[in-house]
């Protein structure tokens, strides 16, 4: 099977091989993710406090499988997100247990998908 060919890289015009990653693209993500979770409100302030980590704790308990592979559930999603449904914050019927890689990829896919 042939390999794959370096790549030019856009941050440092230097030549990568696959699956290598460039320093300065790797300071430059940092640094626009930083600048973006500086914006972002705290968690507690989009209302993940006290009160939904134990309802979390309890829907876990519950349901500890993912609802979408059975894996092992390490997440509770909101089905609507609190952004559109805030006084759905504590509403089980509105909750899914996820495993993260089944929340970190199909979920939030689709959620950029959603208007």
């Known amino acids: 099977m042939p390999a794959r060919a370096p790549r030019i890289c856009g941050q440092c015009g230097g030549v990568h091989q696959p699956g290598d990653r460039c320093a300065k693209a790797d300071v430059s993500t940092r640094a626009r993710k930083a600048k973006a979770d500086a914006k972002r409100p705290s968690a507690r302030a989009r209302g993940y406090d006290g009160e939904w980590e134990k309802a979390r704790a309890d829907y876990l308990a519950a ?14 999603d909101h089905i609507v997100p609190i952004r559109n449904a805030p006084d759905r914050r504590l509403d089980r019927t509105n909750f899914q247990a996820l495993c993260t890689p ?14």
């Open 63 to 76: 349901y500890p499988s993912c609802r979408r592979c059975g894996a092992p559930a390490t997440l509770v």
């Open 102 to 115: 089944c929340h970190s990829s199909w979920k939030q896919a689709k959620e950029r998908n959603t208007p």
